[in-house]
């Protein structure tokens, strides 16, 4: 009765309730959808900005641009969606409410996610979408069922990464009661440098960048898509793999997870 | 074999060692010395099944750290733990199933939801068949009077209410065992009482063993039939309030009223107060049975009135406290 099956059971049970308690503030729903949409939108209208003036950065044009920061920002929805109660997670371990999770019959993880829906990741997410769509019909890639498939493939596997870099970022937190620095500087290191061929960093910067793994969310698998693998300054097929990335994180995470939570102290009460 | 059992039970808890003087938070965030505190230093138990226990301790003894150890959200320095065969840190999510926990500090209901959709996700997450929760569920709003405010978020319940919900919410499932912890702090008499009811109830009809922290003696009086009592993480009593009350107590009183204001000399008791026709007299019931004592009285002096007072545990809880290093 903890399988994975029991597992799905009990976050469909736990959504439902979820979902319950969010429809009671329903403005702040379509409040915060479309603030997520407004501040993604603005950030590719920089890059905008940037392209107009100087056409092509680093060999990629607007339409390659929009491609990588649709790819970026899908998988950032795609991960965020699920996860983002992990922004409450150290507060829920300082303040011992963890420990709800402790002594119900289902995976803590799950419930932790389940606990509350917020609707800001869907406005990252849909608005990643319109940006990916548009994209995909301005570059040139003929989209076939390969290409497609390695498209999904490779947004899921970059979803994985966030996702796993912050899980176990955030179960430090489980040692140290607080981890959300941290976890924002990554984040934000995500956001800033993933939405730009790595290349322009230059060599150390782009080594650094593949060690975080910023490169493997979506520079090279789209690189891959665009053609360009050779221009990505790593081996081809490291790139091509660069969707299996995701799986290896996410893994490794989840474990350094289990591991942290044996260390949980809850509050004094 | 015993449903709760705890060997040598042993918690640590790590934090930074605090420096002083110049620069002390700079020195205190670069050290990488920790100071260890010993919450629970070798607690060992057992409980059989249907007992109703008393976990009884001053703050900061370690009675919150045993229960979370019991339930399985603290993972112990040393010692073992098994419930109901389940050593719970190891098996959370199978020891979940088979106990109920009810933390008087912090509500485990969903703050946005109705209480009786509370009640519903936790009867789906327990996979109970649907006729089992609906009759507990009657059963429960019938016992806890839950009527009135079952349709109401929990955010807006007052504490009583809140908490009448947590017990049926812990116990709707039919766990085997139930943690109470401080379950009526903060309540008024009257919901005191019915918690109390309640869970006497539950104990004498569908012999759920029940583990309670308290600070509130009667509590205790009107519930437990056997005390652990804890201090300094290590226990200092296992047994009976009665023996309690015998091994750190042991002397009772008996008031005397007396037709006429006269001294009062009794061989076996000693005279702790005198006046206006009233004595109170000090004895061991060991040396001098209360009925000889109350007969030579009766014999010796013109005696209207007797009363033989009990010992209040809260008294005897109060000297073990004080007494205490």
Same mark, same amino acid.
């Given at each position: 009765m903890t399988g994975v099956r029991w597992q799905l059971r009990a976050a469909l049970i736990l959504l439902g309730g979820a979902v319950r308690g969010a429809v009671q503030y329903r403005a702040d729903i379509v409040f915060t959808m479309i603030a997520g949409a407004l501040y993604n939108g603005a950030g590719f209208a920089t890059i905008w900005v940037v392209l107009d003036r100087f056409e092509v950065i680093a060999g990629w044009d607007i339409g390659d641009m929009?491609?990588?920061?649709?790819?970026?920002?899908?998988?950032?929805?795609? @991960?965020?969606?699920?996860?983002?109660q992990l922004d409450w997670f150290s507060d829920h371990v300082r303040e011992g409410s963890f420990d709800r999770y402790?002594?119900?019959?289902? *995976?803590?993880?799950?419930?932790?996610?389940?606990?509350?829906?917020?609707?800001?990741?869907?406005?990252?997410?849909?608005?990643?979408?319109?940006?990916?769509?548009?994209?995909?019909?301005?570059?040139?890639?003929?989209?076939g069922p390969l290409t497609v498939a390695y498209l999904v493939f490779a947004l899921i596997g970059g979803a994985l990464i966030e996702g796993g870099i912050q899980l176990a970022l955030s179960s430090i937190a489980f040692r140290t009661l607080k981890a959300d620095q941290v976890k924002l500087t990554v984040d934000s290191v995500f956001n800033l440098f993933g939405n730009y061929p790595a290349r322009i960093f230059g060599t150390a910067g782009q080594?650094?960048?593949?060690?975080?793994?910023?490169?493997?969310?979506?520079?090279?698998?789209?690189?891959?898509?665009?053609?360009?693998?050779?221009?990505?300054?790593?081996?081809?097929?490291?790139? @091509?793999?660069?969707?299996?990335?995701?799986?290896?994180?996410?893994?490794? *995470?989840?474990?350094?997870?289990?591991?942290?939570?044996?260390?949980?102290? *809850?509050?004094?009460? | 074999m015993p449903l709760i059992e705890a060997r040598g039970l042993v918690k640590?808890?790590?934090?930074?060692?605090?420096?002083?003087?110049?620069?002390?938070? $700079?020195?205190?965030?670069? /050290?990488?010395?920790? =100071?260890?505190?010993?919450a629970v230093d070798g607690v060992s138990f057992s409980i059989e099944s249907g007992e109703l226990v008393g976990?009884?301790?001053?703050?900061?003894?370690?009675? /919150?750290?045993?229960?979370?150890?019991?339930? #399985?959200? $603290?993972?112990?320095?040393? #010692?073992?733990?098994?419930?109901?065969?389940?050593?719970?840190?190891?098996?959370? +999510?199978?020891?979940?199933?088979?106990? #109920?926990?009810?933390?008087? +500090?912090?509500?485990?209901?969903?703050?946005?939801?109705? $209480?009786?959709? /509370?009640?519903?996700?936790?009867?789906?997450?327990?996979? &109970?068949?649907?006729?089992?929760?609906?009759?507990?569920?009657?059963?429960?709003?019938?016992?806890?009077? &839950?009527?009135?405010?079952?349709?109401t978020p929990v955010r807006q319940l007052s504490l009583g209410q809140r908490m009448r919900g947590d017990l049926a919410a812990a116990m709707i499932y039919?766990?085997?065992?139930?943690?109470?912890?401080?379950?009526?702090? #903060?309540?008024?008499?009257?919901?005191? =009482?019915?918690?109390?009811?309640?869970?006497?109830?539950?104990?004498?009809?569908? %012999?759920?063993?029940?583990?309670?922290?308290?600070?509130? &003696?009667?509590?205790?009086e009107a519930l437990c039939e056997r005390l652990i009592l804890i201090d300094h993480g290590k226990v200092l009593y296992d047994g009976t309030p009665a023996a309690l009350k015998d091994s750190y107590a042991p002397q009772r009183e008996l008031v005397v009223q007396l037709a006429s204001p006269c001294e009062v000399t009794v061989a076996g008791?000693?005279?702790?107060? /005198?006046?206006? %026709?009233?004595?109170?007299?000090?004895?061991?019931?060991?040396?001098?049975?209360?009925?000889? $004592?109350i007969s030579e009285l009766f014999g010796n002096y013109p005696v209207t009135d007797v009363s033989l007072q009990e010992t209040d545990l809260e008294d005897v809880i109060k000297k073990i406290y004080a007494g205490r290093s």
């Open positions: 929009a491609l990588l920061y649709g790819m970026r920002l899908v998988a950032h929805g795609l @991960w965020l969606v699920p996860f983002n402790l002594v119900r019959p289902a *995976s803590p993880l799950l419930q932790l996610l389940t606990t509350r829906i917020q609707f800001s990741p869907f406005g990252d997410l849909i608005s990643g979408l319109v940006v990916l769509g548009a994209a995909m019909s301005a570059v040139d890639v003929d989209w080594l650094v960048l593949s060690v975080i793994p910023v490169v493997f969310v979506a520079y090279l698998p789209a690189s891959v898509l665009l053609g360009r693998v050779d221009a990505a300054g790593l081996p081809a097929v490291v790139a @091509w793999l660069s969707p299996l990335a995701g799986v290896v994180v996410a893994t490794a *995470s989840y474990l350094v997870w289990r591991r942290m939570l044996l260390g949980y102290q *809850s509050s004094g009460t | 640590d808890f790590h934090r930074p060692r605090r420096r002083t003087g110049r620069f002390a938070g $700079l020195r205190t965030l670069v /050290s990488r010395e920790r =100071e260890t505190v010993r976990y009884l301790g001053p703050n900061g003894a370690g009675k /919150s750290t045993t229960i979370k150890m019991l339930t #399985g959200i $603290l993972t112990p320095t040393a #010692g073992e733990v098994t419930v109901a065969g389940v050593v719970p840190w190891r098996k959370r +999510q199978d020891n979940a199933r088979n106990i #109920g926990v009810v933390f008087g +500090q912090r509500s485990q209901l969903w703050w946005d939801l109705p $209480l009786v959709e /509370s009640l519903r996700l936790v009867g789906k997450l327990y996979r &109970m068949p649907r006729t089992r929760y609906e009759e507990n569920l009657a059963k429960f709003v019938e016992l806890l009077d &839950m009527r009135p405010f079952l349709d039919e766990p085997a065992v139930l943690y109470l912890d401080e379950p009526t702090v #903060g309540l008024d008499v009257i919901a005191k =009482e019915r918690i109390r009811k309640f869970v006497a109830d539950l104990s004498s009809t569908s %012999g759920t063993t029940v583990l309670l922290t308290t600070h509130d &003696m009667d509590d205790v008791a000693r005279t702790v107060e /005198s006046g206006e %026709g009233v004595v109170r007299l000090s004895f061991d019931p060991a040396e001098t049975p209360a009925a000889a $004592l």
